[in-house]
T-cell receptor, first 113, second 113 residues
Framework: DAGITQSPRHKVTETGTPVTLRCHQTENHRYMYWYRQDPGHGLRLIHYSYGVKDTDKGEVSDGYSVSRSKTEDFLLTLESATSSQTSVYFC????????????FGNGTRLTVT | AQTVTQSQPEMSVQEAETVTLSCTYDTSENNYYLFWYKQPPSRQMILVIRQEAYKQQNATENRFSVNFQKAAKSFSLKISDSQLGDTAMYFCAFIRNDYKLSFGAGTTVTVRA
């Protein structure tokens, strides 16, 4: 299994508070991704990174920011959490070749009350 | 815009029987890759099978096989000799040249004993 660790595994937070989710990899893969999973929508891309300090937006990036200061770490920040951001968040990594599948972490369940 | 469509939200199959999950996608690219991922109740995302668009031969992995119809932009998954452990949500996914993986909404498969 690909070495991907997401933390925390579960989190409950209040509306308006900042939240940071962490993804750590031991595979030295170039590409890292953040997805959110919601019923009826599958997984939707929030942001991704193609190298240290190189990031780009996905289809649902509003309200989220990311940072990647090291190859192994990719942080997702909710600047001011809202109830609509209650979801399961997945980090994924890829070697970056078009035929390389994404390998996923175990997910973080975030509840915003 | 949704580029991957899974039209069957739920399917049920008797143990040892066969079930086929449908998936259609939209792209103007000629070369791309398609994947099926399985998500059991543990929430882990597991790669089931992948297909390269330039290969006409359908991919097979043990009891899992695909029917890839490039002209129709169709990529169905067949699970043969269904087992209780196959109970999961299945996602069809498509990767573009920008290395972003797009997912369908998922199909929940329940295998009955």
């Amino acid at each position: 299994d690909a070495g991907i660790t997401q933390s925390p595994r579960h989190k409950v937070t209040e509306t308006g508070t900042p939240v940071t989710l962490r993804c750590h990899q031991t595979e030295n893969h170039r590409y890292m991704y953040w997805y959110r999973q919601d019923p009826g929508h599958g997984l939707r891309l929030i942001h991704y990174s193609y190298g240290v300090k190189d990031t780009d937006k996905g289809e649902v990036s509003d309200g989220y920011s990311v940072s990647r200061s090291k190859t192994e770490d990719f942080l997702l920040t909710l600047e001011s959490a809202t109830s609509s951001q209650t979801s399961v968040y997945f980090c994924a990594i890829s070697e970056g070749d078009a035929d390389s599948p994404l390998h996923f972490g175990n997910g973080t369940r975030l509840t915003v009350t | 815009a949704q580029t991957v469509t899974q039209s069957q939200p739920e399917m049920s199959v008797q143990e040892a029987e066969t079930v086929t999950l449908s998936c259609t996608y939209d792209t103007s690219e000629n070369n791309y890759y398609l994947f099926w991922y399985k998500q059991p109740p543990s929430r882990q995302m597991i790669l089931v099978i992948r297909q390269e668009a330039y290969k006409q031969q359908n991919a097979t992995e043990n009891r899992f096989s695909v029917n890839f119809q490039k002209a129709a932009k169709s990529f169905s998954l067949k699970i043969s000799d269904s087992q209780l452990g196959d109970t999961a949500m299945y996602f069809c996914a498509f990767i573009r040249n920008d290395y972003k993986l797009s997912f369908g909404a998922g199909t929940t498969v329940t295998v009955r004993a």
